[in-house]
């Protein structure tokens, strides 16, 4: 099975909005998800230059953008995605 792949902008806005605890958020995932999960970072996702997504802190879940991210939020699109 392949994994769900979440990608952390960790932009300025991003990371003033709540990105900083997103970082952590393999420590927050439940283990029935641990290794169904790859996590990385990014510099910029671009989505706070569009209006239509929302507000920071952005996360991309398989590619589909997420905003305004929890780490609530992230383990149920995850597991949705699953």
């Known amino acids: 099975m392949s994994k769900v792949h979440v990608k952390i902008c960790v932009g ?8 900083s ?3 952590d958020l393999e420590k927050f995932l439940p ?11 990014a510099a910029c996702l671009g989505l706070c230059r569009d209006e239509n ?4 802190p952005f996360v991309t ?3 589909e953008p997420l905003s305004n991210a929890t ?8 597991r949705e995605k699953l």
């Open 31 to 41: 283990d029935d998800l641990k290794d169904k999960v790859e996590i990385s970072g």
């Open 61 to 63: 879940v398989d590619g």
């Open 71 to 78: 780490v609530n939020a992230i383990v149920d699109k995850i």
């Open 12 to 19: 300025t806005t991003c990371f003033v909005m709540g990105a």
């Open 21 to 23: 605890e997103l970082q």
């Open 53 to 56: 997504y929302g507000e920071a």
